[in-house]
């Protein structure tokens, strides 16, 4: 029996079909288990040695405001209601002495965390807004008063501080630009005030803006409610990098996606708030929008990309030399992909800050240093006065689609318009043209063509011959309409 084993097994190493069937065989078997390895290590078997490592640092927050009393039936029937009479008389029973209704107190849920063991707490703003009273509550059961250090709004981010004899326990923050769509996260908060709940997901989107200035949202189908706000979004090391803010739900409630501010974005806000007790965001000093592909090309720029300059009031960029049509192509050293980049990489700059910033400018490019303004001075303060301007002669031409007049006194008080309004009004366009598809109306004002002020129709005429001897299929206007400026490309090929 054992010889004619071993000549089987001779026959069988012999063919090479079967030799290479169990080598691949071989393979597939180190793979399958080297997967279940790392689903393990991907997705524990279970979350509670996490949950229970943070949630002594994660906070209810229950806030308390003073609410004026008010006569009437108002919050019983709507205003108007045939029924509105009825609930009247009935107050007016119950209240024969007509005494005013006594101011009532009004409550709100939130969440929050902590980051110090000396008592800094990070919470929505919208949670604690306009309370007179913040209490905290741990999950040992502990309360204590709390105070506003300070918020920002462009965030919706507040610091709170509570006093306690004791170090408390707290959380650190993690890189959130390091995690990645598909990474395990985990929510804790207090979801519709049932206290202390926790839920998984995974992250679903990064970079989302939905409507701030400074947005950079992670979004996460980790179940987010009402009561959530202000609570911390962890990952699976138990760092904090999101803070839960607002939901996407029909019904109020979640449908699986939350979005949570990120964590690199709130570190510096924090670090703000806790050194100023107020944000000190950079300012340069320019309006700006988007380069499309026919700005683009209108420019002479290769790339649709940067930031196109509107306007340039008094300010940063208007002493460092920056004019309306400047494109900007990088700040600080980082390449601009376009406004919204740039609007957050100058807030998340030092005040004060001299900066080199590279434009692109009449087909070339130029580097001009800035030093940058502290924003929110230049929010609070008034606009400068104009000085009347000179009048140009009346006229009308139809050009690119577009019926086109100078501007006169009469005209300029018609429309609302500043004394010093320079420009080529706008009194009709062809619905079937290129410039009705792209937004122009009638009384739109045309500023610049070509990057040059035009205050005639002659120089008009005269960027379009330039436009088109330097090969140029588009024109590059400077719209305002109410004031506000915005850049527009026409095909010069416009009938």
Do not use: C
């Not at 939905?210 to 609570?231: E, H, K, V």
């Amino acid at each position: 029996m054992q010889p004619k084993a071993r000549s089987q097994t001779r026959a069988i190493a012999r063919d090479p079909a079967t030799s290479l069937r169990v080598f691949w065989f071989g393979i597939l078997a180190a793979l399958i288990l080297l997967m279940q390895a790392t689903l393990a290590q991907a997705r524990p078997d279970s979350l509670a040695p996490l949950a229970e490592q943070i949630s002594p640092s994660v906070v209810n927050i229950t806030t308390s405001t003073l609410v004026e009393g008010r006569t009437g039936p108002q919050g019983i029937v709507p205003e108007g209601s045939p029924f509105e009479d009825f609930f009247r008389d009935f107050q007016n029973r119950n209240n024969p002495n007509g005494e005013a209704p006594r101011p009532r107190r009004s409550s709100a849920l939130g969440s929050g965390f902590v980051i110090s063991e000396d008592g800094f707490v990070v919470t929505n703003n919208h949670v604690i807004e306009g309370a007179d009273e913040i209490e905290i509550e741990f999950f040992s059961g502990k309360k204590f008063p709390a105070k506003v250090v300070g918020t920002d709004k462009n965030t919706d981010i507040a610091l709170l501080k509570v006093e306690a004899d004791e170090a408390l326990p707290f959380v650190s923050f993690g890189d959130s630009d390091a995690a990645r769509v598909g990474d395990w996260v985990m929510a804790m908060g207090n979801p519709l005030g049932q206290g202390f709940s926790v839920s998984v997901g995974i992250v679903s989107a990064r970079n989302r803006a939905l409507s701030g200035s400074y947005d950079d949202f992670i979004q996460t189908d980790a179940a987010i409610n009402r009561g959530n706000s202000g609570g911390p979004l962890f990952n699976m090391d138990g760092q904090v990098i999101g803070v839960n803010t607002a939901i996407l739900s029909p019904n109020g409630g979640s449908i699986g996606i939350g979005f949570s501010m990120a964590s690199n974005v709130v570190t510096k806000v924090v670090d703000q708030l806790k050194e100023f007790g107020e944000t000190r965001r950079g300012w340069l000093g320019v309006r700006i929008q988007d380069v499309t592909d026919d700005v683009a090309e209108a420019m002479g720029l290769a790339v649709a990309k940067g930031a196109l300059i509107t306007d340039v009031p008094d300010g940063p960029a208007k002493d460092a030399g920056m004019v309306s049509g400047d494109v900007i192509t990088s700040f600080d050293g980082v390449e601009v992909a376009d406004t919204r980049g740039l609007v957050r990489q100058v807030g998340n700059t030092t005040v004060g800050k001299a900066v080199r910033v590279v434009v692109w400018r009449e087909g070339k490019t130029q580097t001009l240093t800035v030093t940058l303004g502290r924003r929110e001075e230049a929010e609070r303060e008034s606009p400068a006065e104009v000085t009347p301007g000179a009048v140009p002669e009346e006229a009308e031409k139809s050009v690119l689609g577009l019926t086109l007049s100078v501007l006169t006194d009469e005209k300029r008080t018609e429309l609302g318009l500043a004394d010093d309004a320079e420009g080529l009004l706008v009194t009709k366009v062809e619905e079937a043209s290129e410039a009705f598809e792209k937004g122009l109306r009638e009384g739109d004002l045309i500023t610049e063509a070509g990057q040059q002020k035009v205050t005639k129709l002659s120089d008009l005429d005269a960027r379009i011959a330039e436009a088109g001897e330097a090969g140029r299929k588009s024109l590059l206007l400077l719209i305002r309409r109410a004031g506000e400026p915005r850049f527009v490309a026409l095909s010069l090929e416009e009938k």
